[in-house]
């Protein structure tokens, strides 16, 4: 007794922020202790934040530190694992018998196996409260004593990611920090609670974290996943922060529509309710409101918190009303930040006693998942989907890379298949058959959904990987037979090209594959001149009469400032960066088509490309462009404010793109910058609403379609009904089939003349004057997967996704749909690099003679 008093008085701040009535062991540091000041005073730092979690594990030995990876600004990804040192001595063996639940085969006696629990915390970097919940409830379970504590422990393996966002926690947190007044200012107004643009919601490249679990475009979700498939927990939190003038969520999530199809129904109906009494009674014990079942979505598999519920655990995603800052007056009372805190600490400390209480039901939950997935697998009459595109292998293999980073078992075809329209080739496809226990996985990955029981999204309503991949694929019911191979492994997916033979005339590379766009760009970086073809050809190539498409690459021997032996050594170099294959040939003169010294085969002039961002600009639609050049071409790209606007040199630029924003700030002296250097052959890309802010400046002549639907609705409708009549006709994100002219320069390197294109606007742009303009055209039944509302898809049937606008000696390409969404629409990539590469020679009637004739 006397010991428990000593401790309450030595941790000042652990009365208020844990449960009454429980121990610490004073040999281990509460964070204020080692932090130097009282939790919720500041923000702190990521490398603070990582050091008390390394000091946990040298002091005690319950905790452990790993490093997972990094993130683009190289600070560390860290898990603090938890659990009795018992636990921990036998640490690997706890592992794979846990990862028994994943296979039928085996038998498991889960009476005797710990629940694996992972707490992930801030991953929009701007929602701070969580990353400091992490410290207390790490604290908590390394330092309280008695027999709860223990008991914990020994039942549970507990992994706590204290920052799921660091970069994006420490831009956020150095905002608030900075901004900080003695004494604090409560006035929203202040600067301390407004952050300039981008915000620290994102990542680096101003990516959005909460999209990407089943993504994987970026760095921290790569490394996040697979420490996630090394464990596959039983309880996986995520932890939000909202409006301040709200209170605090938690899960059930909105129960209608909401709900993701694979998903099984024991999630929503036993697990949530059985959870919620958990979080329901820790924050009743502290007097906080809170609300749950009414708001938010958990469909999406690239959610944190819908992820895990695929992998036959509980996601659970927490959301607390911010003070964003360190105190911040909302409707009711002034919000701060140790009290957002506490509340994430409360719900965290329910959730590891809800987890170990339920521990056994989490794992046969875990167990059944796996089993009934297979079954549902055996049943599915489809049987296996194949994919594979033969003149574009890094596309295909980096799609093959992608399943194999999310454990689906995907496998060689073995034989040629054609399925309709599609032609497979044996060993440049690959085949996921059903019968697998990932299945569920694999649906989320190829299954298109039109039906949905709702029609109000929190965000995108379609993700189906393989569109957004570009491939050509099917599924295959049981009347086809197809040969399937061996599993692919990850040196499978490996692309290596054939050696370059030394060629005194010049060299080829085939621009129907999708890294051929860094071939590209990096013999341009090294001086190296090259030309791509306007018309198609058939050369031969060692003897073999090939056929090379729009967009070819040629690059020509004597006509380079290297000698022949350097221009050699760079073009290995290209092949061997971007994996693609370079061919040789001695002669100008091709079997068909055009001669490699026609007009038709042009320069591409080195793109300097420049975009403007800053407030107004939509930072991910940006950040999508710059992550693409960066990631994908290894091209700079120079980011100017539009505030700064008046002072660039524009002429120094060929490449001038404008993501979704409004750009009234550059006013009447901006737009006519724009249209005198377009005018003289500059090169407008348009993205999304910036071309709608570009129609209304006349800066292009372009028409949006009339927005009939804009007669006032005459029904009477109840008050209530209003929130559900507007989100039904907002466009939240769904896929769309395109047609393509692929003899249009952006449509170079294309084969097929289906492509599916992601939207996520409500611009519907009618088709421009000249004929040959129109770039892609929505089918006549274009929705291919997602929700959209009738009225919508009457205005997408016969608007135009990517049109060309001519302006003088120059062009603007408007690009209604992303052409780079969330950094993993890679089918529509193409488009973007041709405008950069081949834009400049685009003209009007699409032609552009060199010579007069
Ligand atoms: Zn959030």
Request: hydrophobic residues 35%; proline residues 5%; contains cysteine.
């Amino acid at each position: 007794m006397v010991l428990v008093m000593i401790s309450f008085c030595a941790f000042g701040q652990n009365n208020y922020f844990f449960p009454s009535g429980v121990s610490f062991d004073p040999a281990i540091p509460t964070p204020e202790q080692f932090l130097g000041y009282p939790v919720g005073d500041w923000h702190t730092r990521h490398d603070r934040i990582v050091s008390y979690f390394q000091e946990l594990a040298r002091v005690s030995q319950k905790a452990h530190f790993q490093i997972i990876g990094y993130t683009n600004e190289r600070r560390p990804q860290v898990v603090l694992t938890i659990t009795s040192p018992e636990n921990y001595s036998r640490i690997e063996e706890i592992r794979k018998e846990h990862l028994k639940l994943t296979d039928p085969t085996q038998s498991v006696n889960v009476s005797s196996m710990p629940v694996i629990i992972t707490h992930g915390y801030n991953v929009h970097g701007n929602e701070p409260s969580s990353s400091e919940a992490a410290m207390l409830t790490a604290y908590y379970l390394v330092a309280a004593q008695g027999e709860f504590a223990e008991r914990t422990l020994k039942e549970a393996v507990i992994h706590v990611d204290p920052n799921y966002n660091p970069d994006g926690r420490d831009r956020h947190s150095n905002w608030a920090n900075m901004h900080k007044g003695f004494p604090p200012v409560s006035d929203p107004m202040d600067r301390e609670h407004n952050e300039v643009w981008p915000g620290g919601r994102f990542n680096h490249y101003w990516f959005d974290l909460n999209r990407d679990w089943l993504p994987l475009a970026h760095v921290e979700s790569r490394n996040r996943i697979e420490f996630f498939h090394q464990w596959l927990p039983n309880v996986c939190t995520d932890y939000h922060e909202m409006g301040t003038n709200a209170t605090n969520f938690f899960e059930p999530t909105k129960p209608i529509g909401s709900e993701n199809p694979v998903v099984p129904r024991a999630n929503y109906d036993q697990l949530n309710p059985l959870f919620a009494k958990y979080f329901a009674k820790a924050l009743d014990d502290i007097g906080s409101l809170y609300f749950s079942k009414e708001n938010f979505d958990n469909s999406y598999p690239g959610y944190g918190s819908t992820y895990p519920d695929i992998h036959g655990g509980l996601g659970l995603v927490f959301e607390q009303a911010s003070s964003r800052g360190h105190i911040q007056q909302s409707s009711t009372k002034v919000v701060t930040f140790a009290f957002t805190i506490r509340n994430h600490v409360r719900t965290s400390l329910a959730t590891v006693k809800a987890g170990v209480e339920n521990r056994e039901l989490l794992l046969k939950h875990q167990q059944e998942y796996f089993k009934s997935a297979l079954e549902e697998g055996r049943k599915s009459p489809i049987k296996a989907y194949v994919f594979g595109d033969s003149k574009d292998q890094s596309r295909t293999k980096a799609f093959a890379e992608l399943l194999l980073k999310h454990r689906i078992e995907t496998n060689r075809l073995d034989a040629d298949l054609t399925v309709g329209a599609n032609k497979y080739e044996k060993g440049k496809a690959f085949v996921v058959t059903t019968d697998q226990t990932q299945y569920r996985m694999v649906r989320s990955m190829f299954e298109k959904v039109t039906t949905f029981h709702d029609s109000v999204f929190y965000d995108a309503s379609a993700w189906t990987m393989a569109l957004a991949y570009g491939l050509p694929h099917d599924a295959l019911n049981a009347t086809v037979k197809f040969s399937k191979g061996a599993r692919v492994k990850a040196e499978d997916v490996a692309l290596n090209p054939a050696p370059v033979i030394k060629t005194n005339y010049a060299y080829i590379i085939d621009w129907t594959e999708y890294n051929a766009s860094r071939a590209l760009y990096y013999l341009l970086s090294k001086g190296v001149f090259v030309k791509a073809a306007f018309q198609p050809f058939t050369a031969e190539i060692n003897g073999v009469k090939k056929n090379f498409g729009y967009g070819t690459l040629v690059i020509p021997v004597v006509d380079q400032n290297l000698s022949g032996e350097e221009l050699f050594s760079v073009v290995k170099e290209s092949s061997q960066v971007a994996g693609v294959d370079v061919h040789s040939v001695n002669t100008g003169y091709n079997l068909q088509g055009v001669d490699l010294g026609s007009n038709n085969v042009r320069t591409v002039p080195d793109p300097k490309v420049v975009m403007l961002v800053g407030e107004g600009v939509a930072a991910t639609d940006a950040g999508a462009i710059w992550y693409l050049l960066d990631s994908k071409l290894k091209m700079p790209i120079t980011k100017v404010n539009t505030s700064q606007f008046g002072q660039l040199r524009i002429n120094d630029y060929n490449t001038l793109i404008l993501v979704s924003g409004n750009y009234g700030v550059l006013g009447e002296n901006g737009i006519a910058k724009i249209k005198s250097w377009v005018q003289q052959g500059g090169t407008l890309i348009l993205i999304k609403n910036a071309i709608s802010w570009a129609i209304n400046s006349k800066l292009i002549d372009e028409q949006l379609k009339k927005e009939e639907d804009q007669k006032k609705d005459t029904r009477r409708m109840d008050y209530d009904s209003a929130p559900e009549y507007q989100g039904s006709r907002s466009i939240g994100g769904s896929i769309y089939m395109g047609n393509l002219d692929i003899t249009n320069p952006l449509g170079f390197g294309y084969t097929s003349r289906d492509l599916p294109v992601y939207r996520n606007t409500s611009i519907f742009l009618e088709p421009g004057k000249s004929p040959f303009n129109t770039v892609i055209k929505y089918t006549a039944k274009p929705l291919l997967s997602g929700y959209i509302h009738p009225t919508n898809l009457d205005k997408i049937r016969n608007s135009v996704s990517l049109q060309v606008s001519n302006i003088g000696q120059g062009r603007a390409i408007l690009f209604v749909d992303d052409p780079a969404f969330r950094g993993y629409w890679n089918g529509t990539n193409k488009l973007f690099f041709n405008a950069l590469f081949f834009g400049s020679n685009i003209s009007s009637g699409g032609f552009n003679w060199e010579e007069e004739h």
